[in-house]
C-alpha cells in the first residue's frame, strides 16, 4: 500500500472516515443519500429475496437489466459494491505506480484518494465558483501530460450539483484521446435530475467509462448495487480486478437489485417527491440568507453554499454542530474550505427543522464578527 496516502495520518480518505466517526446530532444534513427505502417501498422484496445462486459474474438478470436501461451490451457492464467500488475497479484495472490522474477540483475525496492509494501522481483542473462550477475543456487540456492515463468527473458534480453536457464532455474525451488517456465519469447522481439527459457519458465514445449505482437517485443504498459501463476489452479488465477484491458480490442484493430495475419509475417517483419539495425550501432558505452564496445545483441531494467573507467553515461547521444539533459537512473535505455541504436527501421535517437552526446559528455567528 501507498504510504504516501497516509502520510496525513487520517487514513486514505479524510472525508470518510469523518463521516462515519461523525457525533451525532439532531438534525443530520451531511449524509449525501437519498432517504433509505424500506422493504415495503420495492414491491416484490420479500418473496424475491433468496441467499445463493448463479453471480459468478454479477446475477445474469441484473447485468441484463443494467445493460438494457443504459443501451449497452452485457459484455460493457461490470458489477461492482457501489459506485464507490466501480471507481476502484476503474482504477486499479488501468493505473499503475508512477502514472497521472487529472481530477477535478473541487472533488469527492475518494475519487484522489484511490489513485494515491495505488501509487498514482494526481494533477488537477479547476471548477470555479465564478463560471457556475463548469468543466472547462481547456483547464483540463492544461493539466494533462503525455503520463496522463485516466481524467476523473463527477457528473452531477460532486459536491455542487452541477450538470455538465454532453457537448463538454465529448471535448474533454477528444483532449483525453490525444495523451492515450480514458475518462471516468462517476454518474450516481445524474438520474435525480428531471429534465436533463440521463444518457451515460459511455456513449460518446470508447475513451468514456460510466459508472453509477442505486444510491443516489433511488434510495437503495443499502444494497451497495454499482456498475461501470465500458467498452467490452475495459469492462473484462474490471471484473478480473474484482476477482481479487471481493471475488463476487452479496447474491441477496444482486436479486434485490434486479427487482429494483423493474420498479425504477416507481421508484423514481418516490425519489422526486422528497427531492422536489427539499430542493425548493433549501432554494428559499439559501436566496434568502445574507451571508451565504452558491451555484443552483442541476439536481441530486446535496447543495454547497459559500460563507461570505469567510476562508474556513470549519470553526463555524463546529458551532453549528455543538450549539444547534446540527451537522453539515465541512468544506475542506472537498478542497473548498469556505463552503459546506448541506444534504437534501433526508425527510422534510429533518431538512427543514436543520435550516431552522442553521439560520440561527447564521445570525448568531455573524454578531460575533469582530
Known amino acids: 500500500m501507498s504510504e504516501v496516502a497516509f502520510q ?6 479524510a472525508y470518510l472516515r469523518w463521516i462515519k466517526h461523525a457525533p451525532p446530532v439532531r438534525y443530520d444534513l451531511r449524509g449525501s443519500n437519498l432517504l433509505p427505502c424500506t422493504v415495503d417501498d420495492l414491491p416484490g422484496a420479500r418473496e424475491a429475496l433468496a441467499l445463493d445462486g448463479p453471480h459468478e459474474e454479477g446475477y445474469p438478470p441484473l447485468v441484463e437489466a443494467i445493460a438494457a436501461r443504459y443501451g449497452v451490451p452485457t459484455e460493457s457492464v461490470a458489477v461492482a459494491s457501489g459506485a464507490s467500488g466501480a471507481n476502484f475497479l476503474v482504477c486499479a484495472a488501468l493505473l499503475r505506480p508512477g502514472d497521472e490522474v487529472v481530477v477535478e477540483e473541487p472533488a469527492y475525496d475518494p475519487l484522489m484518494a484511490v489513485p494515491r492509494l495505488l501509487g498514482a501522481r494526481i494533477r488537477r483542473f479547476r471548477r470555479r465558483f465564478e463560471d457556475g462550477f463548469r468543466v472547462d475543456p481547456d483547464e483540463v487540456a492544461r493539466a494533462m501530460t503525455p503520463a496522463t492515463r485516466l481524467v476523473i468527473l463527477t457528473n452531477l458534480h460532486n459536491p455542487t450539483g452541477v450538470y455538465t ?4 464532455l465529448q471535448a474533454v474525451g477528444e483532449v483525453a484521446e490525444r495523451v492515450g488517456a480514458r475518462v471516468l465519469v462517476d454518474e450516481v447522481y445524474l438520474e435525480s435530475a428531471p429534465g436533463l439527459d440521463p444518457q451515460p457519458a459511455v456513449h460518446l465514445s470508447p475513451t468514456f467509462i460510466s459508472t453509477s449505482s442505486l444510491t443516489k437517485a433511488y434510495g437503495l443504498s443499502g ?3 454499482g456498475w461501470a459501463l465500458a467498452e467490452p476489452e475495459v469492462a473484462e479488465k474490471l471484473r478480473r480486478v474484482r476477482d481479487v477484491v471481493d471475488v463476487v458480490g452479496s447474491f441477496p442484493s444482486e436479486v434485490l437489485a434486479a427487482l429494483a430495475f423493474r420498479n425504477l419509475e416507481a421508484l423514481q417517483r418516490r425519489a422526486r417527491s422528497i427531492l ?6 433549501a432554494r428559499r432558505f439559501l436566496e434568502a440568507h445574507p451571508m451565504l452564496e452558491w451555484v443552483a445545483p442541476s439536481g441530486g441531494s446535496v447543495v454547497f453554499p459559500r460563507m461570505k467573507g469567510c476562508a474556513d467553515s470549519e470553526p463555524f461547521v463546529a458551532f453549528l454542530a455543538g450549539r444547534y444539533e446540527t451537522g453539515v459537512v465541512p468544506g475542506r473535505f472537498f478542497e ?3 463552503h459546506f455541504r448541506i444534504a437534501l436527501g433526508g425527510s422534510a421535517d429533518t431538512l427543514q427543522k436543520g435550516l431552522e437552526s442553521l439560520s440561527r446559528a447564521l445570525d448568531e455567528w455573524q454578531g460575533r464578527a469582530p
Open 8 to 13: 496525513d495520518g487520517e487514513g486514505v480518505s
Open 165 to 168: 453536457p454532453p457537448g463538454a
Open 223 to 225: 444494497l451497495r448495487a
Open 276 to 281: 422536489e419539495p427539499n430542493s425548493a425550501q
Open 336 to 338: 473548498a474550505p469556505a
